[in-house]
């Protein structure tokens, strides 16, 4: 059973570009979760998906960034329009349902604005 | 609204040593899940401890266990027999619920180096 999939593992991006992250969850988990990484600090909640809805996003900043997890394929965090501060690492996590205690996290995509 | 408090940014131990790492978190809750990860170089996410609230008996897994004090809002990470690999950052973590969602709330870090 393969683990939580993030790809890229590492991207580049010049200012004004858009990212886009991608989140495959472990088969069978339809609850997806993203944080993020700012260097020297801990991870921070972006957002909760399950299968086409938006849980939570409460902590998204509110221009720039969106996130989704269609009924098919992985989940994707985009990022219009990226600012040095952006860089980070992204964490994406999944797990099978809401009362599962684990959050089972991917390897995360480390992004670099130049 | 809750928070999770590592005072400890670094810290060090021999091998073979004993070490604890401290964490303090604040919620209203009665019951709630904690957690303790480790990030090692690679930056992978690795679970390492969890307790459950309700539980009173403090969680243990092989060399690592906690010492969870729900009235001090305790939860600290003891780690024996200190090997190379444990080298790395230590990351508390508590789980919220609130309404129909739920998220992990992270202290900033302990980063542990391992002397040889």
């Known amino acids: 059973n393969a683990g939580v999939m993030q790809n890229p593992r590492h991207l580049v991006r010049r200012r004004g570009q858009e990212a886009r992250l991608r989140c495959s969850p472990m088969?069978?988990?339809?609850?997806v979760y993203w944080y993020r990484q700012l260097p020297e600090e801990g991870l921070k909640f972006m957002v909760y998906?399950?299968?086409?809805?938006?849980?939570?996003e409460s902590g998204m900043p509110k221009e720039r960034f969106s996130a989704e997890f269609p009924k098919e394929g992985p989940s994707i965090l985009r990022i219009q329009q990226v600012v040095r501060g952006d860089s980070a690492a992204y964490f994406c996590?999944?797990?099978?349902?809401?009362?599962?205690?684990?959050?089972?996290f991917g390897p995360g995509t480390r992004l670099t604005v130049t | 609204a809750q928070t999770v408090t590592q005072s400890q940014p670094e810290m060090s131990v021999q091998e073979a040593e004993t070490v604890t790492l401290s964490c303090t978190y604040d919620?209203?809750?009665?019951?709630?899940?904690l957690f303790w990860y480790k990030q090692p170089p690679s930056r992978q996410m690795i679970l390492v401890i969890r307790?459950?609230?309700?539980?009173?008996q403090n969680a243990t897994e092989n060399r690592f266990s906690v010492n969870f004090q729900k009235a001090a809002k305790s939860f600290s990470l003891k780690i024996s027999d200190s090997q190379l690999g444990d080298a790395a950052m230590y990351f508390c973590?508590?789980?919220?619920?609130?309404?129909?969602?739920?998220?992990?709330?992270f202290g900033k870090g302990t980063k542990l180096t391992v002397n040889p």
């Open positions: 088969k069978g988990h339809s609850h």
């Open positions: 973590a508590y789980r919220v619920f609130q309404g129909g969602s739920e998220k992990l709330v």
């Open positions: 307790q459950e609230a309700y539980k009173q």
């Open positions: 996590a999944s797990s099978p349902d809401r009362s599962s205690y684990e959050q089972y």
């Open positions: 919620t209203s809750e009665s019951d709630y899940y």
């Open positions: 998906l399950q299968k086409e809805n938006i849980i939570d």
